[in-house]
């Protein structure tokens, strides 16, 4: 095994003038890993930068530009190191409404999802699939997505009189979640989900729908928890209140770090081929470099993975989350009140 | 000294994740050898269960990030 590792060393390592080559201009430049995941003002197509408008709002005035150079070219904006983009006479921007890359990729995610719904919607109205069975491999793909999420999300975790009701969403934040993630695994794109404001608005919008859908048995839980002593719902009511909130959090917290952890993974294990150049010359970077890829070459299998279980998770969670609002308890059994408390407080 | 804390932090919240999600798979794949017919049921409570895990696992995680990121800076 030793034998073969060095020979495989060997085999990549046996161009001097290329490597030459290489080294030299990969020595000296610095590479940006939290700038591969940070939100920016341009969208990368294929290596070419596409600067994006400017929506800013300063004083109670609004600016509209084209992109951040032609702001800085009017003579209004200048460049500061501390706060970024501020007006000339030093009055900050108080609110940032301009389209950044994130943005588009948010945007694209959920024109994709209308785009497949409306394109299956238009089919099954037409009877395929609804008196016929589907026809061609996307609409089987989109069928098998649908009922699994009706039937094993929706259906297995919200009341079964309610759950029709909460389709729709949890179907619509998993296609357009998924979509989204897996643009991180496009050569320039980026994952928008990456971006703790995109997922914080997802997760807010779940918050929201759980509490439109809670019942009074929901709330009566909160506030004033059934079957328990009056002084230990001092303790109770703060805890549950926190809890209304922690979820949500969690929510966004967990698909950020996911979609972040798995690009600043690859980015530095590709990043070790250049460290070890640095470090034990250019013959060991370039030979070691054949394990570095595979590696990322199966980590990118994983991301690709990743992608999809963390919008299977999200769905999930939602569905859990509404339906543990939505349910109707009934309180005969008031003294198994406690031991649920306890197993929904996580 | 805060970046030690950083990876220290990151290292233990693995180890606790780690053992976390291992009693859980250990535990489910007893069920399943138990009670193959029961598998899906099982299945969907261990990824439940893990996603908790995971999710306070992450947490601790993104705190070492910016720890991390905050002393570079």
Same mark, same amino acid.
């Given at each position: 095994?030793?034998? /073969?590792?060095?020979?495989?060393?060997?085999?990549?390592?046996?161009?001097?003038?290329?490597?030459?080559?290489? =080294?030299e201009?990969?020595?000296?430049?610095?590479?940006?890993?939290?700038?591969? #995941?940070?939100?920016?003002?341009? %969208?990368?197509?294929?290596?070419?930068?596409?600067?994006?408008?400017?929506?800013?709002? #300063?004083?109670g005035?609004w600016y509209?530009?084209?992109?951040?150079?032609?702001?800085?070219?009017?003579?209004?904006?200048?460049?500061?190191e501390?706060?970024?983009l501020?007006?000339?006479?030093?009055?900050?921007?108080?609110?940032?409404?301009?389209?950044?890359?994130?943005l588009?990729?948010?945007?694209?995610?959920?024109?994709?999802?209308?785009?497949?719904t409306?394109?299956?919607?238009?089919?099954?109205?037409?009877?395929?699939?609804?008196?016929?069975?589907?026809?061609?491999?996307?609409?089987?793909?989109?069928?098998?997505?649908?009922?699994?999420?009706?039937?094993?999300?929706?259906?297995e975790?919200?009341?079964?009189?309610?759950?029709?009701?909460? %389709?729709?969403?949890?179907?619509s #934040?998993?296609?357009?979640?998924?979509?989204?993630?897996?643009?991180?695994? /496009?050569?320039?794109?980026?994952?928008?989900?990456?971006?703790?404001? #995109?997922?914080?608005?997802?997760a807010?919008?779940?918050?929201?729908?759980?509490?439109?859908?809670?019942?009074?048995?929901?709330w009566?839980? %909160?506030f004033?928890f059934?079957?328990?002593?009056?002084?230990?719902?001092?303790?109770? =009511?703060?805890?549950?209140?926190?809890?209304?909130? =922690?979820k949500?959090?969690?929510?966004?917290?967990?698909?950020?770090?996911?979609m972040?952890?798995?690009?600043?993974?690859?980015?530095?294990? /590709?990043g070790?081929?250049?460290?070890f150049?640095d470090?034990?010359?250019?013959?060991?970077?370039v030979?070691?470099?054949?394990?570095?890829?595979? /590696?990322?070459?199966?980590?990118?299998?994983?991301?690709?993975?990743?992608?999809?279980i963390?919008?299977? %998770?999200f769905?999930?969670l939602?569905?859990?989350?509404?339906?543990?609002?939505?349910?109707?308890?009934?309180?005969?059994?008031?003294?198994?009140?406690?031991a649920h408390?306890q197993?929904?407080?996580? | 000294?805060?970046?030690?804390a950083?990876?220290?932090?990151?290292?233990?919240?693995?180890?606790?994740?780690?053992?976390?999600?291992?009693i859980?798979?250990?535990?489910?794949?007893?069920?399943?050898?138990?009670?193959?017919?029961?598998?899906?049921d099982?299945?969907?409570?261990?990824?439940?269960?893990?996603?908790?895990?995971?999710?306070?696992?992450?947490?601790g995680?993104?705190?070492?990030?910016?720890?991390?990121?905050?002393?570079?800076?």
């Amino acid at each position: 095994m030793r034998r /073969l590792s060095v020979t495989i060393l060997l085999l990549f390592a046996i161009n001097p003038g290329l490597l030459a080559a290489d =080294t030299e201009e990969s020595s000296g430049g610095s590479f940006d890993i939290m700038g591969k #995941v940070l939100d920016h003002d341009y %969208v990368e197509v294929v290596g070419v930068k596409l600067y994006l408008p400017r929506i800013l709002l #300063v004083d109670g005035e609004w600016y509209f530009y084209a992109n951040t150079k032609s702001a800085l070219e009017s003579g209004e904006f200048m460049q500061t190191e501390e706060s970024g983009l501020v007006r000339s006479d030093g009055a900050q921007i108080a609110l940032d409404m301009s389209i950044t890359s994130h943005l588009i990729y948010v945007w694209l995610g959920i024109i994709l999802t209308l785009l497949i719904t409306i394109w299956a919607a238009s089919r099954y109205r037409r009877g395929i699939g609804a008196e016929s069975e589907p026809k061609g491999a996307m609409h089987n793909i989109f069928e098998v997505i649908f009922v699994f999420i009706r039937d094993d999300i929706a259906k297995e975790f919200i009341t079964p009189e309610k759950y029709r009701r909460y %389709v729709p969403y949890l179907f619509s #934040v998993f296609m357009a979640i998924m979509f989204m993630n897996l643009f991180g695994l /496009l050569p320039w794109a980026a994952s928008a989900t990456a971006d703790l404001t #995109v997922t914080a608005t997802l997760a807010g919008i779940t918050f929201i729908i759980t509490q439109f859908s809670a019942t009074k048995d929901h709330w009566r839980h %909160v506030f004033a928890f059934p079957g328990v002593p009056g002084w230990s719902r001092a303790i109770l =009511t703060p805890v549950e209140i926190l809890g209304l909130f =922690t979820k949500p959090f969690a929510l966004a917290i967990r698909l950020f770090a996911n979609m972040l952890s798995g690009k600043i993974m690859i980015v530095s294990i /590709l990043g070790l081929i250049f460290i070890f150049t640095d470090m034990f010359g250019a013959y060991v970077g370039v030979g070691s470099s054949v394990f570095w890829v595979l /590696l990322t070459a199966a980590l990118y299998f994983l991301k690709a993975l990743v992608a999809l279980i963390q919008a299977y %998770v999200f769905t999930l969670l939602s569905a859990v989350f509404i339906g543990m609002a939505a349910e109707e308890h009934h309180h005969e059994e008031d003294d198994t009140a406690v031991a649920h408390a306890q197993s929904v407080e996580v | 000294m805060g970046f030690l804390a950083a990876g220290l932090g990151a290292g233990i919240i693995a180890l606790g994740a780690g053992f976390g999600i291992g009693i859980i798979g250990k535990s489910a794949t007893e069920s399943i050898a138990r009670q193959p017919e029961a598998a899906g049921d099982i299945r969907g409570a261990m990824l439940l269960t893990a996603v908790f895990i995971e999710g306070v696992a992450l947490i601790g995680a993104i705190v070492c990030i910016i720890l991390a990121l905050g002393l570079g800076q």
